[in-house]
């Protein structure tokens, strides 16, 4: 039966395969199974194998006509249940391979026992009243678990953690093995935290343990590994009035280990907060899945109590302290399985609990900041300021500091930490800004959620005749007060633009198309001043040309040729990918050591191989920072320790610091002529006079231990230097033994002499000079961010005083400048790779921070050469 079944299943799939439109070649499979299968049903046609391919269909047509129906149904039955056999199946697969297959699932959480004492034993989890109590939270747990469809038939292991006060707070992790698509109902349900204790209470009418507010929140499953794994744990408890150190394991003399995973639980007495600072911290610069340090305000690591991630390294300035909301903190230390890092080196000391903010503020005016202003506020907390000032005045108040920011949180949002004030909310990192109101009185609100904490803010408040809310000043529409001269000077000093509208332009200055009034000198300079490119417009070089970067027009068909066309190699400068392939050598044009010359504007250490041997991408061991995170605290121009590592200091003996100087490498100096020609008798040529001092930020401290200390082998100064021109004023200096490069002694990059640094380009430059004109020099290393000015106006402004080797960088409304004590010192600029370069050395200028007269600088490029020749660098 079977055998006619599948004959004549088989003799339908031939009958079938004839109307298919095969060719008989390709189908001489399926014919010559036909003939076995008529072997069996007619043996009429044996003998002729090929008539049987010819005429099978035309006898079986009426066989056909009459089994054909109850065969396809057969066969669609069949068809059918092969499908369904195959979907069953898959189904399986799927149902036990994937949807079913167990997944390993760990909640970190914690409970509040009520009628439970906590002891100092709790604090210890090998003793004894530890090990009693655990077990006693862990079988509620497990009782709760148990009562729970979603829960119990899941869980595999509770561990109890630690305990902390209030009642009994236990912390603990628990296990699952769970199918992957009960996942999501174990999530929801151990999210759940009312149907939780709402499982336990009323089932047992007496429970030894009352316990409520369970949370629990997913963790990675390693932290299970982890927390079995006791080789890197730390318990540490704060000593009344002593701050108490610890430290990465092995720091500073060996790296911490990687594929680690450290605790240190954090303790104080109870009703005190601790208070947390990271003294230095040096780990993997930061990525997706590099070593970090995560606190917690909890002892347990659930991410809604964190306070803050750590990665890479923080300036020795920046504010590393986080306070606790109660009497513990959790630090963990994550690595992975790579990198030799130093780690960290932390205190902690425990506080008082007390309320900390808010209050009733009276007076003309005052200041207030969040507790702990500048470290990190604690989370969980409210203040209110309720200020008042005399009831004839209004009130403001200033926020000169504002750092409320929460990583995820846009700022048009605010939903977790903000400052409120009339029902608007801030939060995020604002610079200045001034809330006003219309009355006397003014209520300032600060919140802060459970997790993930910042610097908070400094303000004061102020009151105001709201006749004239800026005495002596012009009042921004936001409400802040800027000096009279900023009004109408062409640049934007209020956020909202308001001190420069409605403005009549002065005889000095040109109207641009948005109304704004601007310098004349402005006009045409290559630079968009205007904001809306109208000072540009009037000089542009028209249809199918090409301006050049000293305002030349060329035709565009003359760009990229290989010619210098506009003189100064910026129609060459910037073409495209194609064309920067080995063009024939120019002056503008960069050499690689090969000799072969390349188009492209600056291809040194951008990271880009551009010279096919890479030579452009040698010696690039220069220009970075150590220190990426800066701090935001620090005001004014003070820089920050390790901000500017090629930055050195000059003193001559007996007389302190003369004059900067740039470190090029690990014995060379770079520094102004001028600095050692003889004056009033004293031989400044003599190397032995002077002393080099590098990583230094403080005069004050140059016997800090980062400091280095370094003679002076020999000056060379440049022999084209004219001491009345100021022409070629440049120097080099070799130290008698080499620097040891550090965090805060790096060396700056030298540019080729075909570098460009565009008009309008924004430079730093840094030194110890006076801070105004005539007046002593700083103790703090300041910096300033000063405009590459066209030399053609700049020349025009120093009576053609300037020279192809000297450049002019300032700001033309005056007050930013170099001045004395920073000659020789370096003037940089930051490429687009992040690399910053020595554009500059402080040469001279007509005074200091004087309208319209900027410092002019010895001009490294045309320099180069020499340095080149000098050095060998
Ligand atoms: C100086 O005397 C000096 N404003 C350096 C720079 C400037 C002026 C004076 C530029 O060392």
């Keep these: 039966m079977n055998c006619y079944k599948w004959a004549e299943m088989e003799a339908l799939f031939v009958a079938d395969c004839y109307h298919c439109k095969e060719s008989p070649a390709k189908g001489t499979g399926h014919l010559h199974s036909a003939g076995d299968i008529l072997e069996q049903g007619q043996t009429k046609d044996m003998n002729n194998l090929d008539e049987g391919v010819e005429f099978l269909p035309a006898m079986n047509s009426k066989k056909m006509e009459k089994r054909g129906p109850k065969r396809r149904v057969v066969a669609a039955i069949l068809i059918l249940a092969f499908l369904l056999i195959s979907l069953v199946t898959g189904l399986l697969v799927w149902h036990f391979k994937y949807r079913n297959a167990p997944v390993q699932k760990v909640y970190n959480g914690h409970l509040r026992v009520l009628n439970w004492e906590f002891i100092d034993a709790y604090e210890n989890s090998s003793s004894p009243d530890f090990v009693m109590l655990a077990k006693k939270v862990k079988s509620t747990i497990e009782d709760i678990y148990r009562s729970h469809p979603d829960i119990g038939p899941y869980h595999k292991e509770t561990v109890i953690t630690a305990f902390s006060e209030g009642s009994v707070i236990a912390y603990y992790w628990s296990e699952f093995l769970v199918p992957k698509y009960r996942e999501e109902k174990l999530d929801r349900a151990m999210a759940d935290k009312q149907s939780l204790i709402q499982r336990l209470n009323p089932r047992l009418r007496n429970p030894t343990l009352k316990v409520e507010s369970i949370v629990a929140f997913p963790a990675d499953p390693s932290i299970a590994q982890s927390a079995r794994d006791n080789s890197c744990l730390f318990a540490l408890h704060a000593k009344e009035g002593e701050i108490t150190t610890f430290t990465t394991p092995g720091f500073p003399n060996s790296p911490y280990p990687n594929n680690a995973r450290c605790y240190w639980t954090l303790r104080a007495d109870a ?37 803050v991630r750590l990665c890479g390294n923080y300036a020795p300035s920046y504010n590393l302290t986080f306070l606790s909301s109660q009497n513990v903190m959790l630090v963990t230390l994550i690595t992975n399985k790579e990198g030799r890092f130093p780690g960290f080196k932390a205190e902690f000391f425990q506080l008082p609990k007390t309320k900390v903010c808010g209050g009733t503020l009276r007076g003309e005016s005052g200041t207030f900041t969040t507790p702990y202003y500048p470290a990190h506020y604690p989370p969980a ?201 080995t063009v024939p050598c120019k002056d503008y044009t960069y050499k690689c050591r090969s000799g072969l010359c390349i188009s492209k504007q600056n291809p040194e250490c951008d990271g880009e191989r551009d010279c096919e041997d890479n030579s452009d991408e040698d010696n690039c061991n220069c220009g970075t920072r150590s220190f990426i995170r800066k701090s935001r605290i620090v005001g004014g121009q003070n820089s920050e320790v390790g901000e500017w590592p090629w930055q050195v200091s000059l003193h001559a003996k007996s007389q302190g610091h003369i004059c900067g100087a740039s470190l090029i490498s690990e014995t060379w100096l770079v520094s102004a002529a001028h ?44 022999s084209g230097f004219n001491d009345f021109t100021y022409d070629n004023d440049i120097a080099v200096l070799e130290l008698q033994s080499p620097v040891t490069f550090s965090s805060v002694v790096q060396p700056i990059c030298l540019p080729d002499s075909t570098h460009s640094f565009p008009v309008g380009k ?112």
């Design 381 to 581: 907390l409210d203040c209110v300021w309720n200020i008042e000032v005399p009831s004839k005045k209004n009130v403001k108040v200033r926020f000169n500091m504002f750092f409320v920011l929460e990583p995820g949180v846009p700022v048009s949002s605010c939903t977790k930490d903000y400052v409120q004030i009339n029902s608007m909310r801030y939060c995020g990192e604002r610079s200045q800004f001034v809330v006003a109101s219309s009355s006397n009185k003014i209520a300032v609100q600060f919140h802060s959620d459970r997790s993930y904490t910042d610097t908070g803010f400094s303000a004061e408040y102020l009151s105001y005749d709201s006749s004239d809310p800026c005495p002596g000043k012009f009042a921004c529409n936001t409400g802040r007060c800027i000096e009279r001269s900023m009004r109408c000077d062409g640049w934007q000093d209020c956020v909202d633009g308001s001190d420069e509208r409605s403005c009549t332009c002065t005889d000095q200055q040109f109207r641009c198309q948005n109304g704004w009034c601007k310098p004349k000198f402005w006009l045409c300079d290559n630079v968009n001043d205007c904001g809306d490119n109208s000072d540009e417009l009037q000089c542009s070089c028209g249809n199918n040309t090409f301006k050049c970067n000293n305002g030349k027009c060329i035709p565009d068909t003359r760009t990229c040729d290989g010619k210098d066309d506009c003189g100064d190699g910026s129609d060459e400068g910037s073409c495209s990918k194609a064309a920067q392939s």
């Design 762 to 873: 924004d430079l730093w430059v840094t030194g110890w000079g006076a801070t105004v004109e005539g007046g002593s020099g700083s103790t703090i290393l300041q910096k300033a961010e000063i405009r590459l000015i066209n030399q053609t106006v700049c020349n025009q402004l120093l009576s053609n005083q300037l020279t192809p080797r000297m450049m002019c960088v300032g700001i033309l409304t005056g007050g930013v400048d170099a001045c004395q004590g920073d000659s020789g010192g370096p003037l940089v600029s930051v490429e687009s790779s992040g690399r910053m370069f020595l554009a500059g050395v402080v040469s001279w200028g007509d005074g200091c921070a004087q309208r319209n007269k900027p410092g002019v600088y010895s001009r490294l490029t045309a320099l180069r050469a020499w340095i080149k020749q000098q050095t060998g660098l």
């Design 271 to 307: 009703n005190s907060i601790i208070s947390l600072t990271f003294k230095t911290l040096d780990l993997e610069q930061c990525t997706d899945n590099s070593d970090y340090i995560k606190v917690y305000d909890s002892l347990s690591p659930v991410e809604p109590h964190a306070l």
């Design 675 to 718: 600095c050692f020609v003889q004056m009033q008798g004293i031989r400044y040529s003599d190397a032995s006079l002077w002393t080099a001092y590098l990583g230094l930020t403080y005069q004050n401290k140059l016997s800090d231990a980062n400091v280095q200390k370094k003679q002076i082998r020999r000056i060379i100064s440049h």
